[in-house]
């Protein structure tokens, strides 16, 4: 039986029978976390394989740097929108392995089918359904960790995290290069009416890991929900809704600061392999070994510079999580704004490098906060939502650099000046935005503290 939780019900609840459960075997969990990592790692591989064969798509579909943005940014979007925040229900009320593996299953089929667009409309219906599939999996990850991990090890446990990330990004850069060097020398192939490209068969690779990935996620253990005590408790929608906005000195700042900073960083990030193709001239294979490289070296010490930087912090402030996301963000800014003014591509990367290892480090602190403060019965829909404001507002970044490039520069060949424009304009504000929930942030978290305290 299920039972619906009473309206108001907020931290309060959750933490008073918080302390009288147990944590999960360190085995089962780290188990669970591995797994999560290697779903991550096909999210972004899957993502950036497909920034990688922008150009090639561009050239056989004969689209415009605008139509070119909406496959990279909004086609992800627009399902997410209609069934992603939806569909993050289900992470609150069935065992979340199952809808984590149903939809990397999704992504990886989907992907694959995305290699038999004929096209335009046909490949964005594809990118479309990918999004819808992977619309679960942040809610459903960081749901699982925050029952995996008590609060002093969740920002080492969402840490690991990034390693998904990292692993899917910089393969992807590595692999996109190498598969788009492997099959450039393929003829085009005609079957059954279809006309299908070389990089149609990238696609088709990409997607095949997805069934083995699934299978491994059925293995992990479903940690118990912790503050639910007795019956399941379902929390209608409108009690996520009254929970935003009675926390909202705390969730508005982390919401708006990360949409301003998603419009930059996803957009430039999709945008990065054509940018470094077009200034500097740089071949596919050498833009591939070069991102993966620099991303690698750059995000690793990322992550562990997030979670060290964290747990620093935290032994010596209780809004350490907003503090310390509002100081990598500001460090940001000078690194971004001058990547694309250097002179070398080289150059250009170092700059980009150490604004990576700065906002990579981020994505600790702020995916911890909101891990910490959310009610368990609710936690999937408010991680949705504010995912949301990360992937929409990447998805229009993506589109915006796009639309720049050609209705104000109208040239191409000055890709890199939307990129100044933006980071100049969007990273700033999301640090300032960020800064003005740790106050508000360090009260909620004490308080949660104190109540936690009173029923151990």
Not at 6 to 27: D, F, S
Not at 306 to 315: H, P, Y
Not at 422 to 435: E, G, H, K, N
Request: glycine letters at 10%.
């Amino acid at each position: 039986m299920v039972a619906e939780l009473p309206a108001g019900a907020g931290p309060v609840e959750a933490a008073a029978g918080a302390q009288a459960q147990g944590w999960p075997a360190r085995r089962a969990a780290y188990y669970g976390l591995f797994v999560i990592i290697l779903a991550t790692a096909l999210n972004f591989l899957d993502a950036t394989i497909f920034s990688m064969l922008a150009p090639a798509i561009k050239r056989d579909f004969h689209l415009t740097d605008e139509q070119l943005g909406f496959l990279l940014g909004p086609a992800n979007v627009v399902f997410y929108v209609l069934v992603g925040i939806p569909i993050a229900y289900l992470v609150d009320i069935f065992p979340r392995k199952y809808v984590l593996a149903i939809g990397i299953t999704l992504i990886g089929g989907i992907t694959a089918l995305g290699g038999l667009a004929q096209n335009f409309v046909q490949l964005f219906m594809s990118r479309m359904l990918v999004g819808a599939g992977g619309s679960a999996h942040a809610p459903g990850s960081y749901s699982m960790l925050a029952d995996y991990f008590p609060p002093a090890r969740l920002p080492r446990a969402i840490g690991f995290l990034q390693l998904g990330f990292i692993s899917g990004s910089v393969l992807g850069f590595y692999l996109g290069g190498l598969l788009l060097t492997l099959v450039a020398a393929w003829p085009v192939t005609h079957w059954m009416g279809l006309t299908i490209h070389g990089w149609q068969w990238v696609l088709m690779m990409v997607g095949a890991p997805g069934l083995l990935i699934a299978g491994l996620l059925l293995l992990a253990r479903e940690p118990r929900r912790r503050g639910v005590t007795g019956e399941h408790q379902i929390v209608p929608w409108s009690a996520v809704f009254r929970e935003i906005w009675a926390g909202r000195a705390v969730y508005l700042p982390l919401f708006i600061g990360l949409a301003f900073s998603a419009t930059e960083f996803q957009g430039l990030g999709v945008w990065r392999p054509t940018f470094l193709a077009r200034t500097y001239g740089w071949t596919p294979n050498r833009i591939g070994s070069w991102l993966g490289v620099v991303t690698l070296a750059s995000w690793l010490l990322g992550a562990f510079v997030g979670t060290v930087f964290t747990e620093w912090l935290a032994r010596r402030y209780p809004d350490a999580n907003v503090r310390a996301a509002t100081i990598l963000f500001t460090l940001i800014v000078p690194f971004e704004v001058a990547a694309p003014l250097m002179p070398t591509g080289e150059l250009a990367l170092l700059c980009a490098a150490a604004a990576g290892v700065c906002g990579l480090a981020s994505a600790v602190p702020q995916n911890a906060a909101i891990q910490r403060i959310t009610p368990n019965a609710m936690r999937g829909r408010v991680t949705a939502i504010y995912l949301f404001m990360f992937i929409a507002f990447g998805a229009i970044g993506g589109q915006l650099i796009g639309s720049v490039t050609q209705r104000v520069f109208q040239n191409d060949a000055y890709l890199w000046k939307s990129i100044v424009l933006t980071a100049a304009i969007l990273l700033p504000l999301a640090a300032f935005t960020i800064s003005r929930g740790i106050r508000p942030y360090g009260r909620e978290v004490a308080r949660i503290e104190q109540l936690e305290a009173q029923s151990a």
